[in-house]
């Protein structure tokens, strides 16, 4: 019933730059959080950036000052822009977004996911 979708993943070289998105769609009565998380090959899955539907922000110490998340509630999008990538950051990136069903009821979704290559 309720859907998160990823786009803009691919290849980039190091230092490069990528923007994700994450559409959220179905019966949403609202979107609380909203994040970015990565998992890299071999790895757990670990945050990246949070949003708040009030739009504080969150960051991993490893991205901060190179990585933006932001979010139109209108449209039900959230962003990422990131910059000065390393090859380290290479993972499928999931879009999360903690959703109200209605006024007492939440529950949290991901996306399927998008791959991010950091590679030269």
């Known amino acids: 019933q309720v859907q998160l979708v990823e786009s803009g993943g691919g290849l980039v070289q190091p230092g490069g730059s990528l923007r994700l998105s994450c559409a959220a769609s179905g019966r949403i009565f609202a979107i609380n959080d909203m994040g970015w998380y990565r998992q890299a090959p071999g790895k757990q899955r670990e945050l990246v950036a949070r949003i708040t539907g009030g739009g504080t922000t969150t960051y991993a110490d490893s991205v901060k000052g190179r990585f933006t998340i932001s979010r139109d509630n209108a449209k039900k999008m959230m962003y990422l822009q990131m910059n000065s990538l390393k090859p380290e950051e290479t993972a499928v990136y999931y879009c999360y977004a903690e959703v109200a069903l209605g006024i007492i009821s939440t529950r949290d979704y991901w ?6 290559t950091v590679s030269s």
Not at 111 to 116: A, D, E, W, Y
């Open 111 to 116: 996306g399927q996911g998008t791959p991010v």
